[in-house]
Nanobody, 123 residues
Framework: QVQLVESGGGLVQAGGFLRLFCAASGSIASITAVGWFRQAPGKQRQLVASITDSGTTTYADSVKGRFTISRDNAKNTVYLQMNSLKPEDTGVYYC?????????????????WGPGTQVTVSS
């Protein structure tokens, strides 16, 4: 099982930017899709961005136009560029592989979560 470890979080003022990194312990070339999730304080973890092996990306409405997900198979890394950050973007960000059921992408229960990386946006 490929392990994914997140990094790049921090404290930033509203309007600022951060770049998150999702580093894999092995090759990600064979992974169909990877997603970035956010868990805000007191809320459930939600998918904010995903990318397939063909480069197709999807975004939650709340981050469209501000966040960009990308992957570099040669470096076994998936990135999340976050611009124009808002206080409501605050939370712990996780990456995970995604499985597909119909049109729904979901993290498979058999794949463990990484430690996440904290993002705090001050107003």
């Amino acid at each position: 099982q490929v392990q994914l470890v997140e990094s790049g979080g921090g404290l930033v003022q509203a309007g600022g930017f951060l770049r998150l990194f999702c580093a894999a312990s092995g090759s990600i070339a064979s992974i169909t899709a990877v997603g970035w999730f956010r868990q805000a304080p007191g809320k459930q973890r939600q998918l904010v961005a995903s990318i397939t092996d063909s480069g197709t990306t999807t975004y939650a409405d709340s981050v469209k136009g501000r966040f960009t997900i990308s992957r570099d198979n040669a470096k076994n890394t998936v990135y999340l560029q976050m611009n124009s950050l808002k206080p409501e973007d605050t939370g712990v960000y996780y990456c995970n592989i995604l499985s597909q059921l119909g049109s729904i992408w979901y993290p498979p229960p058999w794949h463990s979560w990484g430690p996440g990386t904290q993002v705090t946006v001050s107003s």
